[in-house]
């Protein structure tokens, strides 16, 4: 297998905090957002494929106001 020119399989790997429109490893989404956070949802697939949800607030009408408002943002973000 021929080594890619430039590439350094030793060399650290620097995270830049920045939008992109690629998959991000979920658990580094979430370390990311320790500390950061007044509340949380999180929806997403587990390991088996099948929904998984959470969230720190109690108040299911808080929790659909945080998810439509996240909806709210993507639907009217341009996709450069």
């Not at 720190?56 to 943002?73: H, P, T, V």
């Amino acid at each position: 297998m021929q080594k890619a020119s430039g590439f350094n399989m030793n060399e650290k790997i620097i995270y830049i905090d920045n939008e992109t429109n690629l998959d991000i490893d979920p658990d580094r989404v979430i370390k990311a957002a320790i500390g950061k956070l007044e509340s949380v949802a999180i929806v997403g697939y587990d390991k088996d494929g099948k929904l998984y949800m959470s969230s720190s607030c109690g108040d299911y009408f808080e929790i659909n106001y945080l998810l439509d408002k996240y909806k709210q943002l993507i639907m009217n973000t341009e996709i450069s």
